[in-house]
């Protein structure tokens, strides 16, 4: 691969995105200072009066039963947050299946699909056989649900309700995990988890656009149980904070427990090659189309990489062969020894793409990431079990 001017070209189309969204996060959060500011804050805020006043009357209707809520035969996990932007909400997700496998159970995951072609009422995208949608028509997070679950069905489209019922009738599951279903009231659920985000748990304290909350901080009341994600990556008194102010939230009667996300492998982009977890001091170049970049970045920094660039795409962004070209120039003119991705940004690309990256000289890897509860496990697990009290007998 030849050096040329494209990594720089994209270098700095990445940076214009980047400085627009940390100039957009610095406003909302009061960092952003001059003379226009107080206007631009007074618009913003107005529009999230108005945003707010049909969150609240939505959910007004929906206490009152006058929009209608529907319920399936069997118990439904709903697993969502209050922010935008990443929480760690998918996998939270995989946890929780792996948990409920665990009882010899088989769920089924409800998802939106964003950023999928699909458009119905619901498709398969698993039925816990086979693959049968790819990453364009199902989005990246569904494809890579039903690639990290193969045993479990996975399910996108605007009808949580259909999806389920489908799921039940045809699929014959014994629960239903919606993904991202906190602010989908439609379906009844039978436990609602919160994913908060440790590093900016209120979203500025403010609702969308003024700040970065989908409804307002008491709305955590709906919820049976609150998950701090990333809790490890907040100082102890720091975090003491965030759980105070959480727990008069949500009332005497809330739980909350705590989560970090940990890497667990590191493998080469088709999956074959794997090697050790520490970077050494490895000159990295990391790139991520995800809700949060920076925890992946950290993540890798504590492995001990030296991150000579780092290239943050939109949340759910389809790589160009072009802009792949641009890393891996990119890498060579920098001196890295490696490109390091997430597993949601690999499993978008199309087979002509990892062609492409199959004949560079360097290779790509993937870093694969879980979350473990690292304090009131048997909270969750209590909940759970009150769901689910028996486990099923496997045949012998």
């Keep these: 691969m030849t050096r040329g001017g494209g990594g720089l070209k994209l270098a700095r189309l990445m940076q214009k995105k ?12 009061g960092k952003k200072k001059g003379p226009f500011v107080p206007i631009l804050l007074f618009f913003l805020r107005l529009a999230s009066f108005f945003y707010g006043l049909v969150i609240l009357f939505r959910n007004f209707l929906y206490r009152l039963r006058i929009l209608p809520r529907r319920r399936l035969n069997i118990p439904v996990i709903s697993i969502g947050n209050i922010t935008i932007g990443g929480t760690g909400k998918t996998p939270l997700v995989r946890m929780v299946a792996d948990i409920i496998k665990k009882k010899n159970l088989v769920p089924a995951i ?47 489209g605007a009808s949580r309700y259909a999806a389920g019922q489908y799921a039940v009738e045809e699929l014959g599951v014994d629960a239903v995990i919606l993904d991202d279903g906190f602010q989908h009231r439609t379906l009844e659920r039978d436990l609602d988890i919160v994913a908060i985000d440790a590093t900016n748990p209120f979203g500025s304290g403010y609702i969308f656009p003024r700040g970065l909350l989908r409804e307002p901080r008491w709305s955590l009341r ?12 907040l100082p102890l008194k720091r975090r003491e904070r965030v759980l105070e102010k959480l727990q008069q939230l ?64 939109p949340d759910h962004h389809r790589y160009t062969q072009e802009e792949l070209l641009e890393i891996f120039s990119m890498a060579f003119m920098r001196g890295a020894g490696m490109i390091i991705t997430t597993e949601k940004d690999i499993v978008g690309l199309p087979d002509e ?30 909940k759970i079990n009150q769901i689910f009290p028996e486990e099923r007998e496997t045949d012998e």
Excluded: C
Aim: net charge neutral.
């Design 18 to 29: 980047q400085n627009w969204k940390n100039n957009y996060l610095r406003l909302v959060q």
């Design 110 to 156: 409800l998802i939106r699909g964003y950023k999928g072609s699909f458009k119905g009422e619901f498709a398969v995208v698993s039925d816990g056989y086979s693959i049968l949608m790819d990453s364009e028509q199902a989005g990246e997070e569904a494809l890579m649900l039903a690639t990290q679950l193969p045993e479990v069905p996975v399910i996108i």
């Design 222 to 233: 709906r919820g049976d149980l609150v998950i701090l994600t990333k809790a490890d990556y």
């Design 250 to 313: 949500l009332g005497k009667k809330g739980k909350i427990i705590q989560a970090r996300h940990r890497p667990v492998w590191l493998r080469d982009f088709t999956g074959v090659k794997e090697r050790g977890l520490g970077l050494n001091k490895k000159k990295v170049i990391a790139f991520s189309g995800i809700g949060d970049p920076a925890s992946f970045e950290r993540t890798l920094e504590g492995m001990g990489a030296e991150l000579v660039l780092r290239l943050r795409f």
């Design 353 to 382: 793409l990892k062609e492409l990256i199959a004949g560079q000289a360097m290779g790509l890897w993937v870093l694969g990431i879980e979350v473990e509860v690292s304090e009131g496990r048997e909270i969750l697990e209590e």
